[in-house]
Structure formats: C-alpha cells, structure tokens
T-cell receptor, first 115, second 114 residues
Framework: AQKITQTQPGMFVQEKEAVTLDCTYD???????LFWYKQPSSGEMIFLIY??????QNATEGRYSLNFQKARKSANLVISASQLGDSAMYFC????????????FGSGTRLQVQP | NAGVTQTPKFQVLKTGQSMTLQCAQD?????MSWYRQDPGMGLRLIHY???????DQGEVPNGYNVSRSTTEDFPLRLLSAAPSQTSVYFC?????????????FGSGTRLTVV
C-alpha cells in the first residue's frame, strides 16, 4: 500500500520569495513515481513536476523543483520567486509498479501568495 | 487531441436516483482511473482499470460500479445516489509503456445529491 502525508494544511508566502511544501511518502515498492499537482480555484488538476524513484538528480521544471530525499522518503516541492498566480491547492501524489496502477494523493496544502 | 473528456460537468441528483458519469480518452491509454474529491480534501481512488475488460476497486468503491468494454471509455455508475456521494469526480488516464509519467486528467464532474 502507498501513503502520502502532507502536514501543512495552509501556507503563506510573500510575492517573489521561495516556499517549500512538504511531502512524505510510504511504499514498499522499489520503483515508484512522485508527482506534484496544482489545483487553482477553477478546479482543474495541473501537473507540475515528476520524480522517478531511480532518478539520480532532483527534478526541475522552471520555477518548480522537487527536493527528493529517498532515504527520508520525502519529496518536497520548492517554488522559487512566488507569484500571485501560484495561490492554489497543491497535492503530492505517487504511483508504483505493483498494486493499484493509479495515483495516491495527499490531503493537500493551500498556498496563499501575498503581495 | 481532446485528451480526457468527462460528461456532464455538473449534475444534481435526488437521493436514490442512479446515473452514469462518462469518461472518454482518445490517446489509446491503457490505464484509467476514477477519483472523488470532497471539499478541502485530496483525491481518493474509487476504481481503476489496466485495460479493456479489467477493472479493480480502489480506496472508496462502495456505491459505485465500473466497466471497461473499450480502451477509450471508462464510465462510473452510481447505483443509488446518496448525499454522501456529493463530490467532484475526476477521471484520469495514462499510457502503460511510458513509465509513470503521462497522467492526463479530465476537467471533473461536480455532483450534488439532494
């Protein structure tokens, strides 16, 4: 079974500053993938970044980076230079090679960017 | 490409009514899955499918049925709607052979049961 834990229900950050959203995971599968999604108030799920369990380097996508610490089973999302449009819910998720071929989500973090 | 199409976008049901939420994808993805999202919460897996004719239960399957007669379609049936099934429903798909990446989500169906 897979489990995702997001311990920050809400976060505030000043515009142009960096922010880290925490995510820890639990799985017994040796091969798995970790994801971050953004959900704005309009409700759609927007893919941000992906990290494979065997990837040697931390994933980066523009202003998003994933701080992957495999031994600690953490996959924190770092957003650099926050923008007002970054205000949204953020979900960490994972999937694995065995068991359910679908995503397991955390409970989410609501990020509010202040001007 | 249309991606993953969910219909309807909004629906109001009375308790006890049945209905089918439609999910269709045109990307020839083998894996498809249904999730529900309750207010302020993450998405929870209802049912999933790894190919035509193959379905399995997720975390919260009670009150829902699925079938997968074609690769393209994965409908979710509510047998007898209850107020506890008021939620936003998302369908997602991904290809089997490109690793874990490549999930595509539909835009969701907002269901209210009164």
């Amino acid at each position: 079974a897979q489990k995702i834990t997001q311990t920050q229900p809400g976060m505030f950050v000043q515009e142009k500053e960096a922010v880290t959203l925490d995510c820890t995971y639990d799985t017994s599968d040796p091969s798995y993938g970790l994801f971050w999604y953004k959900q704005p108030s309009s409700g759609e799920m927007i893919f941000l970044i992906y990290q494979g369990s065997y990837d040697q380097q931390n994933a980066t996508e523009g202003r998003y980076s994933l701080n992957f610490q495999k031994a600690r089973k953490s996959a924190n999302l770092v957003i650099s230079a926050s923008q007002l449009g970054d205000s949204a819910m953020y979900f960490c998720a994972m999937t694995a090679d065995t068991g359910r071929r679908a995503l397991t989500f955390g409970s989410g973090t609501r990020l509010q960017v202040q001007p | 490409n249309a991606g993953v199409t969910q219909t309807p976008k909004f629906q109001v049901l009375k308790t006890g009514q049945s209905m089918t939420l439609q999910c269709a994808q045109d990307m020839n993805h083998e894996y498809m899955s249904w999730y529900r999202q309750d207010p302020g919460m993450g998405l929870r897996l209802i049912h999933y499918s790894v190919g035509a004719g193959i379905t399995d239960q997720g975390e919260v399957p009670n009150g829902y049925n699925v079938s997968r007669s074609t690769t393209e379609d994965f409908p979710l049936r509510l047998l007898s709607a209850a107020p506890s099934q008021t939620s936003v429903y998302f369908c997602a798909s991904r290809p089997k052979l490109t690793g874990f990446k490549g999930y595509t989500f539909g835009s969701g169906t907002r269901l209210t049961v009164v």
